[in-house]
């Protein structure tokens, strides 16, 4: 075997791009996203995190309206935020950074965006659509798993899907889209590896998306023979940016696999924007 084909996120984004761009070219107004970020003291590039943002939606077409917001600024001062650009028409999206200073609490937040101007989908309302299958905004990352298994050209009706993680903004959504895809889908967590499980399940696998946070936390041996291997994982070990999956022994196995960095990170980030036209136009045609 020659080892797995690279999924390449850069690549996959860069055409999201130019659909995006394409889509917008031909409309007669443009979309304005708001960002809200935080001046997070642990992580000072918070700021250029939000400048790069902004240009790169304003490349696309996208107008932003950005906002920082102190680290010691509390529930009240967000809320109030969300409730104005809520009431903006001319606002079509909302964005807010995680993670939110201690005096916020991210779920309430999440709660309070207007469902229809909520990018990131995470709204209880649009996280309840996707259960229904009938949600048109889904979660930025679960869509971008989706995306990068769609490039594989691979018919998921049938197939073992295993998710490991079962977070709402992961783990659950990707469940709910493979679902929709007729995959037999198993959902992986704490529980699971608690009870010594985990490796039984990854080993079926023809579709494994990991969504954990724990640096290599799945072996490259327990990869069945010519699965597809999504890694979601985003962790800093010795310095170097690496994922949840052994990369290189899983490689041998997979079919086709993910790189960390450069494979889900940057489809989600342009999901974002994907999100923005989505919900532009639910606010201009419904
Ligand atoms: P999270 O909210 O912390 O969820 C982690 C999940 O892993 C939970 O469901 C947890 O289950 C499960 N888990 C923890 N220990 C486990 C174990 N020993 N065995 C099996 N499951 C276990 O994290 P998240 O937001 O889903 O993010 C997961 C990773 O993806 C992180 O590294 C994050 O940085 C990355 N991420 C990347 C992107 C991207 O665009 N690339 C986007 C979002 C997140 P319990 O709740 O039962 O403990």
């Known amino acids: 075997m020659t080892g797995a ?9 860069e055409t999201i791009k130019q659909e995006v761009r394409h889509e917008l070219s031909a409309a007669p107004d443009r979309p304005v996203l708001a960002i809200l970020s935080f001046q997070n003291p642990q992580n000072p590039s918070s700021e250029a995190y939000l400048r790069a943002q902004e240009r790169m939606a304003q490349s696309l077409g996208i107008d932003v309206r950005p906002r920082l917001l102190s680290w010691n600024d509390d529930q009240r001062a967000v809320e109030h935020l969300i409730k104005e650009w809520n009431q903006i028409k001319q606002i079509h999206g909302i964005f807010v950074h995680q993670p939110m200073p201690p005096k916020v609490d991210p779920q309430h937040v999440s709660a309070i965006i207007d469902p229809r101007k909520d990018i990131e989908g995470i709204h209880p309302q649009n996280m309840a659509r996707r259960f229904f299958a009938r949600g048109r905004i889904g979660s930025c990352t679960a869509l971008a798993v989706m995306r990068l298994i ?3 050209g691979v018919e998921l009706a049938g197939k ?5 993680g079962h977070s709402e903004i992961v783990g659950r959504p990707v469940s709910m889209l493979l679902l929709d895809k007729l995959a037999t889908t198993t959902v992986c967590h704490v529980g699971t590896d608690r009870a010594g499980r985990l490796e039984e399940h990854v080993r079926r696998a023809d579709v494994l998306v990991v969504a954990v946070g ?6 490259g041996a327990w990869i069945k023979p010519g699965a597809i291997v999504i890694d979601v994982g ?3 070990d010795g310095g170097k940016v690496v ?14 696999i993910t790189p960390v960095p450069g494979g889900v990170g940057p489809v989600t980030v342009m999901m974002v924007m994907k999100n923005t ?4 136009k639910l606010q201009q045609h419904g």
């Open 160 to 164: 073992e899907a295993v998710v490991v």
């Open 234 to 236: 985003i962790n800093v």
């Open 214 to 219: 724990r640096p290599r936390f799945i072996q």
């Open 243 to 256: 994922g949840d999956v052994e990369f290189e022994e899983a490689r041998k196995r997979a079919s086709y």
């Open 5 to 13: 084909r690279i999924l390449d996120g850069k690549a996959i984004a």
């Open 150 to 152: 769609e490039e594989t």
């Open 277 to 280: 036209v989505e919900a532009f």
